[in-house]
């Protein structure tokens, strides 16, 4: 009897459900979606310093952006150096944050930040770079910024994206 009463209140309960439809997720923020910047950055010191790079949504619709990009440091000629990469690792210069989606509405903002050590010492491999390539989402193109002031030995770090702009302390 109990498991009668089971059976027609678990068929009643399944015939009452409404099909759930798919939600439309916002897609990935492909480089042509993305206005760049580059704020001042933080003060650096002893050899560190962090570069900010800022993305802003210039579409009509929401993109987002997650986890740590793509960075690359390239030559005069826009090919890899291949430097080390540490990504959303602790730096000198910021923390390391959870990695989230960034949802990107029209007109809002996100930013990373780059460390970087330019103190050349014995065993260090350094680098002066003519451009940094950060590719927002893994399918899409490089946004491309002119960096021939950046001189990086050993090692960048890389954050997380983080929603908004960037302010400095």
């Known amino acids: 009897m ?3 009463l089971f059976v ?9 459900q409404q099909p759930k439809h798919a939600v439309d997720e ?4 492909d480089s042509e979606l993305l206005k760049t910047s580059v704020p001042e950055p933080p003060d650096g010191g002893l050899g ?9 949504n210039s579409s009509q619709q929401t993109c987002t952006l997650s986890g740590v990009a793509r960075v690359r440091l390239l030559d005069e000629h826009r090919r890899d150096l291949h430097m080390s990469i540490c990504s959303n690792c602790d730096d000198y210069m910021f923390a390391s944050r959870p990695s989230e989606v960034v949802p990107l509405r029209p007109g809002r903002s996100a930013h990373l ?5 330019i103190i ?3 065993g260090h491999h350094c680098v002066t770079s003519s451009w940094l390539a950060i590719f927002p989402v893994k399918s899409s193109e490089a946004l491309l910024f002119k960096a021939s002031w ?3 030995c050993d090692t960048i770090t890389v954050s997380a994206w983080r929603a ?3 302010e400095k302390p």
């Open 150 to 152: 950046m001189t990086v």
């Open 164 to 166: 908004g702009i960037y």
């Open 26 to 29: 916002p897609k990935g923020c």
């Open 113 to 117: 930040m780059v460390g970087v050590h």
């Open 120 to 122: 050349d010492a014995p």
């Open 8 to 16: 027609l209140c678990s068929s009643l309960r399944s015939g009452s």
């Open 48 to 56: 560190h310093y962090a570069y900010v790079y800022q993305v802003t």
């Open 2 to 4: 109990l498991l009668v």
